[in-house]
C-alpha cells in the first residue's frame, strides 16, 4: 500500500467571479448529504472568495485529484484568490462546466458539478449543499 502525504482526502472546490474568472480552493467535505437526487455538502469560510463566488453564481465544483498533483494543491491553499489567479499560479487548467457557472479541474480524474440548493451559516463556516448534476471521470487523469 503506497502512502499518502496527506492525512485525508483533499477536496479542491471550483468557482467562478462575477466576471467569470475561475477559481478554486481546498475545502473540507462534510457530506454525501442525500442520494436520490444525489446531493453533497461542503463547508467554506464566510472571508474566502469561493464563498462569495457559490453565493453569486448558485454553483460549485468538486473536485477529486490524485497524488500525482500534491505540490499544486499545496499552492491553492497558499495563494489568496482575492489577489492571485490561482490555476495560472498553480499550472493546473480550470475547464468551463456546461452544467454550471463553475470550473472543473482538467487534471484531476473526478469532477462533481454541483448547484447551489441550500447555504446554512455555521459559526466562521457556511455549510453549503448542491445537487450532483453530473460526474466526469477523467481517464487520463488517473
Same mark, same amino acid.
Given at each position: 500500500?503506497?502512502?499518502?502525504?496527506? $492525512?485525508? &482526502?483533499?477536496?479542491?472546490?471550483?468557482?467562478?467571479?462575477?466576471?467569470?474568472?475561475?477559481? $478554486?480552493?481546498? $475545502?473540507?467535505?462534510?457530506?454525501?448529504?442525500?442520494?436520490?437526487?444525489?446531493?453533497?455538502?461542503?463547508?467554506?469560510?464566510?472571508?474566502?472568495?469561493?464563498?462569495?463566488?457559490?453565493?453569486?453564481?448558485?454553483?460549485?465544483?468538486?473536485?477529486?485529484?490524485?497524488?500525482?498533483?500534491?505540490?499544486?494543491?499545496?499552492?491553492?491553499?497558499?495563494?489568496?484568490?482575492?489577489?492571485?489567479?490561482?490555476?495560472?499560479?498553480?499550472?493546473?487548467?480550470?475547464?468551463?462546466?456546461?452544467?454550471?457557472?463553475? &470550473?472543473?479541474?482538467?487534471?484531476? &480524474?473526478?469532477?462533481?458539478?454541483?448547484?447551489?440548493?441550500?447555504?446554512?451559516?455555521?459559526?466562521?463556516?457556511?455549510?453549503?449543499?448542491?445537487?450532483?448534476?453530473?460526474?466526469?471521470?477523467?481517464?487520463?487523469?488517473?
Amino acid at each position: 500500500m503506497k502512502r499518502s502525504r496527506y $492525512a485525508t &482526502p483533499i477536496f479542491i472546490i471550483g468557482t467562478h467571479d462575477e466576471e467569470g474568472n475561475p477559481n $478554486a480552493i481546498n $475545502a473540507i467535505l462534510r457530506e454525501m448529504s442525500c442520494s436520490d437526487p444525489q446531493h453533497i455538502s461542503i463547508s467554506i469560510k464566510e472571508t474566502t472568495s469561493t464563498h462569495k463566488n457559490i453565493l453569486y453564481n448558485e454553483a460549485f465544483t468538486v473536485n477529486i485529484p490524485s497524488q500525482t498533483y500534491i505540490d499544486e494543491i499545496d499552492d491553492l491553499k497558499i495563494e489568496c484568490g482575492k489577489h492571485e489567479d490561482k490555476f495560472t499560479s498553480s499550472g493546473l487548467t480550470p475547464v468551463k462546466s456546461e452544467l454550471v457557472d463553475a &470550473p472543473y479541474v482538467m487534471e484531476f &480524474p473526478l469532477a462533481l458539478e454541483c448547484k447551489l440548493v441550500n447555504a446554512t451559516e455555521m459559526g466562521l463556516c457556511t455549510s453549503f449543499t448542491g445537487e450532483i448534476l453530473d460526474a466526469k471521470w477523467i481517464e487520463s487523469s488517473c
